[in-house]
């Protein structure tokens, strides 16, 4: 039965759904491709983090659902694009605490049914399909769909695009602590920015000038998003220009394959085994490479790169798989002309 922290009367409460901490890995050879000394760069594995695929979203969702719990909820109620990893790690925490989740997505059914939605109704999440819109009108529909729910006699709990609160910053405080305790004299921490709660909870433990965040497009002003948040979780003003944010990144939009993505997926995997997403940590090592390339991150700096997840995302992103299987290749290595092509 997953455990449930008592804390304070008045305090947040925590439903562990995770396994921490999290490990934090050498990655050298990727390292030295990158242009840093081997002993560099680490990578901090909250892809390992236990729960329907693991991924960033977990150490959010402990803090979102410890208040859905507390308030008596029933369902959870979330948004999100077709392939949100947030939405699979709802789905997988509310199967988790013996909840329903209802998942309000963008888009339209038969679009993809792959990836994070293959996994989605694997754990019996709903899904409500509200056309092509806009952020705002996704959480109209959600809080509509909350308002039926109550209607029916459930209880529900809007859980926040991304996951990302103030409350659920909290997550990435958490996880900015056991950096500290892993790699007490790192410098830089590189994440990927959607929503913003990761780098907020991340700026709040760590301060603002050991983060940077690669904006991906999921929000429209990533630094005030990032501000407000931080502000929120620290109780002191976090100035949006002290924010090192890099824009870089975005390409033609949130859920593109741009060719720094490509190039750095192809790069972790051959350089470290390592399996990136196309539209998050993908370009968080797109990022990482530019700023490695003008300077802003050196050689003989400890730097860590927050691997976020979204694994089941690069299985539902068309593009990607393509560049991933335009790797194979059909060796005839022995030599021998079989139909196979190798033998050996």
């Known amino acids: 039965m997953t455990t449930q922290t008592t804390p304070p009367d008045g305090a947040p409460?925590?439903?562990?759904?995770?396994?921490?901490?999290?490990?934090?890995?050498p990655a050298p050879r990727l390292a030295l491709a990158l242009g840093l000394?081997?002993?560099?760069?680490?990578?901090?594995?909250?892809?390992?983090?236990?729960?329907?695929?693991?991924?960033?979203?977990?150490?959010?969702l402990e803090w979102l659902c410890g208040a859905a719990l507390a308030d008596g909820a029933t369902v959870l109620v979330t948004t999100g694009a077709p392939q949100s990893n947030h939405a699979r790690l709802t789905a997988a925490a509310a199967a988790r605490l013996g909840l329903g989740a209802?998942?309000?997505?963008?888009?339209?059914?038969?679009?993809?049914s792959s990836g994070n939605l293959a996994l989605d109704g694997l754990l019996g999440a709903r899904v409500v399909w509200?056309?092509?819109?806009?952020?705002?009108?996704?959480?109209?529909?959600?809080?509509?769909?909350?308002?039926?729910?109550?209607?029916?006699?459930?209880?529900?709990s809007l859980v926040p695009f991304g996951g990302s609160s103030v409350l659920?910053?909290?997550?990435?405080?958490?996880?900015?602590?056991?950096?500290?305790a892993q790699a007490p004299g790192l410098d830089t921490v590189v994440t990927a920015v959607g929503s913003g709660g990761t780098m907020a909870g991340?700026?709040?433990?760590?301060?603002?000038?050991?983060?940077?965040?690669?904006?991906?497009?999921?929000?429209?002003?990533?630094?005030?998003?990032?501000?407000?948040?931080?502000?929120?979780?620290?109780?002191?003003?976090?100035?949006?220009?002290?924010?090192?944010?890099?824009?870089?990144?975005?390409?033609?939009?949130?859920?593109?394959?741009?060719?720094?993505?490509?190039?750095?997926?192809?790069?972790?995997?051959?350089?470290?085994?390592?399996?990136?997403?196309?539209?998050?940590?993908?370009?968080?090592?797109?990022g990482l490479a530019a700023a490695v390339a003008d300077g802003t991150v050196r050689p003989g700096q400890r730097t860590v790169l927050l691997h976020s997840g979204g694994l089941p995302g690069l299985f539902g992103h068309a593009p990607a798989l393509a560049a991933a299987e335009s790797g194979l290749t059909a060796e005839d290595i022995a030599g021998d002309g079989g139909e196979g092509g190798v033998g050996f």
Do not use: F
């Open 13 to 25: 409460r925590r439903a562990v759904l995770g396994t921490w901490p999290t490990p934090l890995e």
């Open 168 to 180: 659920g910053a909290r997550g990435y405080a958490e996880c900015g602590r056991e950096l500290l």
């Open 130 to 156: 509200a056309g092509d819109t806009g952020a705002a009108a996704l959480d109209s529909v959600a809080h509509k769909i909350a308002e039926k729910l109550s209607r029916q006699g459930a209880v529900p």
């Open 202 to 286: 991340l700026v709040g433990e760590l301060g603002a000038h050991r983060v940077l965040g690669v904006h991906v497009g999921a929000v429209s002003a990533p630094a005030v998003t990032v501000s407000r948040l931080a502000s929120g979780l620290t109780g002191t003003y976090c100035p949006p220009e002290s924010l090192r944010l890099r824009m870089d990144q975005v390409g033609a939009g949130y859920g593109t394959l741009t060719e720094p993505a490509r190039s750095a997926l192809l790069l972790a995997a051959r350089t470290e085994g390592l399996v990136l997403d196309p539209v998050y940590t993908g370009r968080a090592l797109a």
């Open 37 to 60: 000394e081997a002993e560099d760069l680490w990578i901090k594995r909250d892809d390992l983090t236990g729960l329907g695929g693991g991924g960033n979203k977990v150490r959010k």
């Open 102 to 112: 209802v998942l309000v997505l963008a888009g339209r059914p038969g679009a993809s």
